[in-house]
């Protein structure tokens, strides 16, 4: 009778220490970045013993802008991928959540944040009074984008990852105090890792991209995007070198699926048990740790 009594308190203790199974609604209005950052996040959940229910509505390269003119538009123009405007996709579903991003090219800029976003605010307002607003915050580009090693003379245009971060830091941060959303931390948590001194990418100044021959490519540890690629091109006749330093490769998308983990489900994401295929579990578990402290940081 011990030993029942004792399992028993041991398989409460445990599944205390696991939280309560949550059911999540979400519908995302963004870009490939809200589809990047959630590409993990119902295997997440899944492991984490819950579910979700999420509906993405992606516009590649889409702004707050595109969006608030898509909810505007006539006819077909109004329609998302999936048959629906924005109002019908708002009232599918209680959501629990729905957020909003900026493109990431004008992610520093505030002033191409308003008023598109506070349309779009509205409608969640109006169309699903219930769901609390989350702002995306999405992320710098890679320290060797071509954004910052040819910079641009354009006034405002950040030079470096670093202005890049601060930028949209500041700018997330205000149209969330304006519009009484929640930021989602997935810039700040990116930027922690790829600064970090000892998991943070390095670029590789040994590789010359005008020189390289297929199939050639840098040292791209612990990248969080993308990076230089051979790719086939647009016309689908030759295989050229690419670089991708805007979307997150499989570590940056991990990354990024960990910070809404713990943001939807209130839960470290620490000690989750999934982990991509073939992935290095001491860099995920690096990763799911700066994840948690993102969100921590925030909840200060």
């Not at 590409?39 to 979700?52: C, E, M, P, S, V």
């Not at 304006?178 to 890792?193: C, N, R, T, Y």
């Not at 005008?210 to 050639?216: D, L, M, N």
Request: glycine share 8%; hydrophobic share 40%.
């Amino acid at each position: 009778m011990k030993a029942l009594a004792l399992l028993a308190s041991l398989l409460f203790c445990a599944s205390a220490f696991a939280g309560e199974a949550k059911t999540v609604r979400i519908l995302t209005i963004g870009n490939s970045f809200s589809r990047n950052a959630t590409n993990h996040l119902d295997d997440l959940a899944l492991a984490g013993g819950h579910t979700l229910i999420h509906t993405p509505l992606v516009i590649g390269g889409a702004s707050f802008q595109v969006h608030a003119d898509k909810a505007k538009a006539e006819g077909k123009a109004r329609l998302y991928t999936n048959g629906r405007d924005l109002v019908a996709n708002l009232t599918a579903e209680k959501w629990d959540y729905v957020t909003i991003q900026q493109a990431s090219i004008k992610s520093h800029d505030f002033a191409t944040y308003q008023p598109y976003a506070g349309i779009l605010r509205d409608y969640i307002t109006k169309r699903a009074p219930q769901a609390k607003l989350l702002i995306h915050q999405t992320w710098v580009y890679r320290k060797d984008d071509p954004r910052f090693t040819k910079p641009s003379d354009k006034a405002g245009e950040p030079k470096t990852q670093e202005e890049m971060y601060r930028g949209l830091t500041a700018a997330y941060d205000k149209i969330a105090a304006e519009l009484g959303g929640k930021v989602i931390p997935v810039g700040d948590a990116l930027f922690m890792a790829d600064t970090d001194a000892t998991w943070g990418y390095q670029t590789d100044t040994s590789f010359d991209p005008k020189t390289a021959k297929q199939p050639a490519l840098p040292n791209q540890t612990h990248s969080l995007h993308v990076g230089w690629r051979w790719a086939k091109s647009k016309d689908g006749k030759k295989i050229t070198l690419g670089m991708d330093g805007h979307h997150a490769n499989t570590a940056g998308e991990y990354l990024g699926a960990c910070v809404w983990y713990e943001v939807l489900f209130g839960e470290s994401a620490v000690g989750n048990s999934y982990i991509p295929k073939g992935f290095d579990a001491t860099y995920a578990r690096f990763l799911q740790e700066t994840a948690h402290k993102a969100v921590q940081a925030r909840a200060k």
